[in-house]
């Protein structure tokens, strides 16, 4: 079974340029998170989505970041414009239902803003 | 979600065990104790998890003080491979369900 699967693996933009990730959940996860990750630090989160719907958007900075899933399942992470400040690495993860179920991390999308 | 605390680093010997610590000590009774791990330019990896019994499964060990105030990953045969950095995450199954990362710990697995 394939696991999460994010593109590109890599992308280098100029800044105030756009940029998108996408990810590909585990088939049948509900629940899928974007997280940045800083060199250095550990992943952030971003956003959680229960299927559709973005239950935990607390932390996206949303002047410049969006986000959407639909039909519950593919997602993807919007950047526009970018900023020096943005270049991380930015990770999606998914779980199954269940209280007591672990995550599964894609290998992320590094990204550098030049 | 509690907050834990670990060492930045540590170095461990192959094919010895090595014993990654973590402080919980504000952890709530229905709060679970999560570890994944990290390898470089990998996203991270489930190890294993517990609530209060000591748990196993064929990556590690998890022993988890009577307290729940602290817990010890244990890898009993470390490889080069397990060089990583590890995290120790307390989650609340009832209410919050994002994992709430720290630094880690640098794990270097030396010849």
């Known amino acids: 079974e394939a696991g999460v699967v994010q593109s590109p693996r890599y992308k280098i933009i100029e800044k105030k340029q756009p940029v998108a990730f996408w990810c590909n959940p585990i088939s049948g996860h509900n629940t899928l998170y974007w997280y940045r990750q800083n060199l250095g630090q550990g992943p952030e989160l971003l956003i959680r989505y229960e299927n559709e719907e973005a239950v935990d958007d607390s932390q996206l900075p949303k002047d410049r970041f969006s986000a959407e899933r639909l039909k519950g399942v593919d997602s993807t992470l919007k950047i526009q414009p970018a900023e020096l400040g943005d270049s991380a690495v930015y990770l999606c993860a998914s779980r199954g239902r269940g209280a007591n179920t672990e995550a599964f991390f894609g290998q992320g999308t590094r990204l550098t803003v030049v | 979600d509690a907050k834990t605390t670990q060492p930045p680093s540590m170095d461990c010997a192959e094919g010895r065990a090595a014993n990654l610590p973590c402080n919980h000590s504000t952890i709530s009774g229905n709060e679970y104790v999560y570890w994944y791990r990290q390898i470089h330019s990998q996203g991270p990896q489930y190890i294993i998890h517990?609530?209060?019994n000591n748990e196993t499964n064929e990556m590690a060990s998890l022993i988890i003080t009577e307290d729940r105030k602290s817990s010890t990953l244990i890898l009993p045969h470390a490889t080069l491979r397990d060089t990583a950095v590890y995290y120790c995450?307390?989650?609340?199954?009832?209410?919050?369900?994002?994992?709430?990362f720290g630094k880690g710990t640098k794990l270097t697995v030396n010849p």
């Open positions: 995450i307390v989650r609340n199954q009832g209410g919050s369900e994002k994992l709430v």
């Open positions: 517990g609530l209060k």
